[in-house]
């Protein structure tokens, strides 16, 4: 298995434009979650999703962020439009069903809103 | 919801000294407790998880132990190298909503 995949792996982006950022989960996990990491602020919690489904939105800063799932090993992160204060690594990671499990990290992807 | 809360923030030590590293989690419904390792620019990756029917766990220099009266798990590395520089996260987990919360981390540095 390639694990967790993302792309793109590097965003550098100016102020106002969309950003999307993808993630593909390992074959067979049923959770699926967006982190962002920053200096200031470590790694929260954006969103997470179980069978497609959002479960809880509540880590996302404001309605210019925005998450879909539209298939099983598929999410995407929308950034529209996007400010500078948005600069950080964006993590998706999956894991399995049932009995909390193992989390699994994607590599990330640094974006940087100019 | 849950709140994990990690010490110290960075941590230095020589070559070959023990490294100790706290949380406490403010959720008694949490019940998995795994800890990850992020190298530079790189992805977190889990080095050893705990679940709450167990009071200890250790794989070679890594261990750990978890008090679930006190609420607090800690990761103990032994013989520390300097690849073992890092910045380390702890998080809690609870079985109803896979909602893992990670702690702030910690930056070791092991100085050769």
């Known amino acids: 298995d390639a694990g967790v995949i993302q792309s793109p792996r590097h965003e550098v982006t100016e102020m106002g434009q969309e950003v999307t950022l993808r993630c593909k989960p390992i074959s067979g996990h049923d959770y699926l979650f967006w982190y962002r990491q920053t200096m200031m602020r470590g790694l929260e919690l954006l969103i997470y999703?179980?069978?497609?489904?959002?479960?809880?939105d509540s880590g996302m800063p404001e309605d210019r962020f925005s998450a879909k799932m539209p298939n099983a090993s598929f999410s995407t992160l929308k950034i529209q439009p996007s400010e500078p204060r948005d600069s950080a690594v964006y993590f998706c990671?999956?894991?399995?069903?049932?009995?909390?499990?193992?989390?699994?990290f994607g590599p990330g992807t640094r974006l940087l809103v100019l | 919801g849950e709140n994990v809360e990690q010490h110290p923030s960075t941590l230095s030590v020589q070559e070959g000294d023990s490294a100790v590293i706290k949380c406490t989690y403010s959720?008694?419904?949490?019940?998995?407790f795994p800890w990850y390792k992020q190298e530079l620019g790189k992805r977190p990756q889990l080095i050893i998880d705990?679940?709450?029917?167990?009071g200890e766990k250790k794989d070679q220099r890594i261990a750990v132990t978890l008090n679930k009266t006190a609420k607090h798990f800690s990761l103990h590395i032994t013989e520390t190298q300097p690849e073992d520089s890092a910045v380390y996260f702890c998080a809690a987990n609870t079985y109803n909503n896979n909602d893992m919360r990670f702690g702030a981390g910690t930056r070791l540095t092991v100085k050769p």
């Open positions: 959720d008694s419904a949490s019940n998995y």
């Open positions: 990671a999956s894991s399995r069903t049932g009995t909390p499990e193992t989390q699994y």
């Open positions: 999703f179980n069978n497609n489904v959002p479960i809880d």
């Open positions: 705990i679940r709450s029917n167990v």
